[in-house]
């Protein structure tokens, strides 16, 4: 089975301070996707970014970072400098790749930025 | 180009009666796939087609879910003798490549369809 805990449900900021979303995942796989996914309030699901399991190599796309540690099982997102665009629902959410797991995502439950001016 | 499209954006229907909700994946995608989202349940996978591969079924909450996929492109969700619990956002999405693909697995989503059982 397998979960993903995002244990913050709302966040709010000041524009220009950075933001950190933590995620926390547990699967028995021992490879795996992790994916960041942004919903602003319009309703579609954005993708953001993704992670390969077999590669713990941090970086930096823009004003967006990630954190993944494996020993930790954790996937943290960093939105440095924020804007009022940023506020939205994040979330995280896993995939195996395991063939017959297909390719459906396990999310977790979303946190909500607000970025205030 | 064109992203997901799905329709109705918005459906209100009474408790009993069928709707079928539509998606159109991005074309030349191979894989669709169904989520529905809610505020108990957050957003849960439904269905995922592959292909001509035999669906994965395994997030139908009930019977009275079904969904198909014709031609390898539009698909529809259907929901047999709505209950008020079935009201939720169903999320579509499409990704070129599904199963033990290491490239392009990222999903892309439709802006859904958000349906209220009276």
């Known amino acids: 089975a397998q979960k993903v805990t995002q244990a913050q449900t709302e966040i709010s900021v000041v524009e220009k301070e950075d933001v950190t979303l933590d995620c926390v995942y547990e699967?028995?796989?021992?490879?795996?996707?992790l994916f960041w996914y942004k919903q602003p309030p319009s309703g579609e699901l954005v993708f953001l970014i993704r992670?390969?399991?077999?590669?713990?190599q941090n970086e930096i796309s823009g004003r967006y970072s990630w954190n993944f540690q494996k020993s930790t099982s954790s996937f943290n997102f960093t939105i440095t400098a924020s804007q009022v665009v940023d506020s939205a629902v994040y979330f995280c959410?896993?995939?195996?790749?395991?063939?017959?797991?297909?390719?459906?995502?396990?999310f977790g439950g979303g946190t909500r930025v607000l970025v205030k001016p | 180009g064109a992203g997901v499209s799905q329709s109705p954006s918005n459906k209100v229907t009474e408790k009993g009666k069928d709707v079928e909700l539509r998606c159109d994946p991005i074309?030349?995608?191979?894989?669709l796939y169904w989520y529905r989202q809610s505020l108990g349940q957050g957003l849960e996978f439904l269905i995922y087609?592959?292909?001509?591969?035999?669906?994965?079924k395994s997030g139908l909450p009930s019977d009275r879910f079904s969904a198909e996929r014709t031609g390898g492109s539009v698909s529809t969700l259907t929901i047999q003798r709505t209950q008020q619990e079935d009201s939720a956002v169903y999320l579509c999405a499409s990704s070129l490549a599904g199963g033990r693909s290491r490239a392009n697995n990222e999903q892309f989503f439709g802006p859904g369809t958000r349906l209220t059982v009276l």
């Open positions: 074309s030349g995608h191979t894989a």
């Open positions: 959410a896993l995939r195996p790749d395991i063939k017959a797991a297909g390719n459906k995502l396990t």
């Open positions: 992670r390969n399991s077999f590669d713990e």
């Open positions: 087609f592959q292909g001509n591969s035999a669906p994965d």
């Open positions: 699967t028995r796989d021992t490879t795996y996707y």
